[in-house]
């Protein structure tokens, strides 16, 4: 019997090729083989961010909060002050690192499913002067999608340096670090990069890069210190061995096979897939009658849907979605938690298994005790993708 679908916001089903490079025997970190490999992933990264070759790649073992763990040890210094645009879970983990830090955190929130503008981050940025703005590029927790490229560009005019928490959109939102000129962009391996988890990838501007060289303190953790790891990233770029930790050699493997995947494919090609399929995703769960978290489709993110339980159904239909076909995920943010549900939709997704998910969901919804006209979320994501 075939196993669910897992479609939840990360970790999602990876390639068969991804999941070969797990399997192989694990090469010293030091053969050259895997020296090539290592330095290959750090070149395709830089591309799939669309960075230039002034920008710094690092890959580093441990998840997406390694990653934002990583951005802010090394940029933030006690006292200085950061914006957090608050879309969201995800953004209020970032404040809470920077206060770690010893970083001053204004949040500039905004209600769950609603966004940021680039016109309020202006209001915000002329109230006070900032080092520091932090943007998550696609709420988890909220489905919402920022417009990094518009917030990007009134942070650095007001003389900002911006992170953007890109964990749930790398690899398959548009993004395009150089031109918008973001100077961290941070991820993790386990959602549309299609990697299983473990990885924390970043690239850093330079501008990023010289506010790091410039700290009158030390940075304060152990781990994330750039100090350790900047030798490490140039030495295997250079294609030679060097060693401070243990690099996560299979999964680096993996890593090094699915940008290759997604260089192939084309970075547009793959935001145009993300935007059809997540559009054929949201014209089902509209069809089925559900209203969705994000309170606007202009804003909605394509890596994930979030749909809310219509009357009288609740967080048990997920166990109906599973037996039908597609293992989903609960809410998350903490206000509206038990409202509502998320399909995951990134990475290496097809019209497939948009199809399998809207029918498990259409199934699911039956058992619930929803009545829906059976093939309804079918033939509104089958319109869409005409
Ligand atoms: N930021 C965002 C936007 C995320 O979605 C996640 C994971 N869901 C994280 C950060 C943290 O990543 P991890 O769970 O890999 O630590």
Redo the contacts with the bound molecule.
């Keep these: 019997m075939s196993r669910p679908r897992l479609m939840i916001?990360?970790p999602i089903e990876f390639t068969d090729e991804v999941m070969a490079q797990m399997a192989r025997p694990t090469p010293s970190h030091v053969d050259p083989s895997f020296i090539e490999v290592f330095g290959q992933a750090l070149e395709d990264l830089r591309k799939v961010f669309l960075a230039g070759p002034d920008y710094q790649p690092f890959i580093l073992a441990g998840?997406?909060?390694?990653a934002?763990d990583s951005a802010v040890a090394n940029l933030v210094e006690p006292d200085d002050r950061v914006l957090v645009v608050d879309t969201g879970y995800?953004s209020q983990?970032m404040a809470d690192i920077v206060r770690r830090y010893g970083g001053e955190v204004t949040l500039l929130s905004a209600p769950p499913g609603e966004t940021i503008t680039p016109d309020q981050l202006r209001d915000a940025l002329a109230q006070a002067d900032y080092d520091l703005v932090t943007i998550?590029h696609?709420?988890?927790s909220t489905g919402v999608l920022t417009d990094v490229r518009g917030m990007t560009a009134v942070a650095k005019g007001a003389g900002a340096l911006v992170i953007v928490?890109g964990?749930?959109a790398a690899g398959a939102e548009e993004l395009r670090q150089e031109d918008w000129g973001v100077d961290v962009y941070l991820t993790?391996s386990?959602?549309a990069i299609g990697v299983p988890?473990g990885l924390a990838l970043l690239v850093a501007s330079p501008g990023a890069m010289a506010k790091w060289l410039g700290r009158a303190t030390p940075v304060g953790s152990y781990y994330s210190d750039w100090n350790h790891w900047l030798p490490i990233m140039e030495a295997y770029e250079a294609r030679k061995a060097s060693y401070f930790g243990t690099p996560a050699v299979n999964l680096i493997m993996a890593l090094g096979v699915s940008l290759r995947q997604i260089l192939d494919e084309g970075l547009e090609n793959v935001f145009v897939r993300h935007k059809r399929l997540s559009d054929a995703v949201k014209a089902g769960i509209a069809a089925l009658g559900l209203s969705q978290v994000p309170t606007d489709h202009a804003h909605a993110a394509h890596t994930l849907t979030c749909p809310r339980y219509p009357e009288g159904v609740d967080a048990r239909l997920l166990k109906f979605v599973r037996e039908e076909g597609a293992i989903l995920a609960g809410g998350l943010h903490p206000a509206i938690k038990t409202e509502y549900f998320r399909i995951g939709h990134m990475g290496a997704v097809s019209r497939s298994d948009v199809l399998t998910v809207l029918g498990a969901v259409e199934a699911g919804l039956r058992r619930a005790g929803y009545a829906v006209e059976p093939g309804i979320a079918l033939a509104a994501a089958q319109a869409e993708l005409a």
């Design positions: 916001p990360g998840s997406g909060t390694l934002m995800f983990r998550t696609v709420d988890t928490d964990v749930c993790a386990q959602k988890p």
